[in-house]
Antibody, heavy 126, light 110 residues
Framework: EVQLVESGGGLVQPGGSLRLSCAAS????????MSWVRQAPGKGLEWVSA????????YYADSVKGRFTISRDNSKNTLYLQMNSLRAEDTAVYYC???????????????????WGQGTPLTVSS | QTVVTQEPSFSVSPGGTVTLTCGLS?????????PSWYQQTPGQAPRTLIY???TRSSGVPDRFSGSILGNKAALTITGAQADDESDYYC??????????FGGGTKLTVL
């Protein structure tokens, strides 16, 4: 059974930093791309970042580019999101999601999110 | 900046059929955008319904179907049930590792 368990959320002051983690199990973590998606209170889903299976490709939404860094440790089956220079508008529940392909070259690409974690909340406030 | 558009809200009667759409502020949605659809109820993580335009995710009832209608992706619910009352999100893959979500549609079944 695929499981994605996020952790690391909490209350941070504006300008602060935090690192989120997503522990994965039930599949061969190193074979799949992963992503972070967030949802601000009362708002819709917003794609934040993605990383290829091996970690060589990283991708960001404009809203977080230069402030957030996605990474993964395939030996620990864990995805990370390092968040710096946090702003009030970063307040959200952060979900990690599995992408059912590598984000590499493909013929029958599967560019969607097939499994989701339950999310970890982040509040940026003074 | 690419904006993915969805109807903010929709209403359907129990047993009725509803089609939600997913468009682009500029241009047409095609299968090349790998449109996918997600259902979310309050306080819960999203649930994957449809991927690659029209493929149902495992366990999703066949009353949910996906398609391209005109210049938009579409999610059709045939024979709506009370527990279909949820928020529905589409997401389009823009290429180069980038996705963009639509704003979501709040579906009411009454």
């Amino acid at each position: 059974e695929v499981q994605l368990v996020e952790s690391g959320g909490g209350l941070v002051q504006p300008g602060g930093s935090l690192r989120l983690s997503c522990a994965a199990s039930g599949f061969t973590f190193s074979s799949y791309a992963m992503s972070w998606v967030r949802q601000a209170p009362g708002k819709g889903l917003e794609w934040v970042s993605a990383i290829s299976d091996g970690g060589g490709g990283t991708y960001y939404a404009d809203s977080v580019k230069g402030r957030f860094t996605i990474s993964r440790d395939n030996s620990k089956n864990t995805l990370y999101l390092q968040m710096n220079s946090l702003r009030a508008e970063d307040t959200a529940v952060y979900y990690c999601a599995k992408v059912p392909d590598s984000l590499g070259h493909c013929t029958d690409c599967l560019r969607y999110f097939d499994y989701w974690g339950q999310g970890t909340p982040l509040t940026v406030s003074s | 900046q690419t904006v993915v558009t969805q109807e903010p809200s929709f209403s359907v009667s129990p047993g009725g059929t509803v089609t939600l759409t997913c468009g682009l502020s500029s241009g047409s949605v095609s299968t090349n955008y790998h449109p996918s659809w997600y259902q979310q109820t309050p306080g819960q993580a999203p649930r994957t319904l449809i991927y690659s335009t029209n493929t149902r995710s495992s366990g999703v009832p066949d009353r949910f179907s996906g398609s391209i209608l005109g210049n938009k992706a579409a999610l059709t619910i045939t024979g709506a049930q009370a527990d279909d009352e949820s928020d529905y999100y589409c997401v389009l893959y823009m290429g180069s590792g980038i996705w963009v979500f639509g704003g979501g549609t709040k579906l009411t079944v009454l």
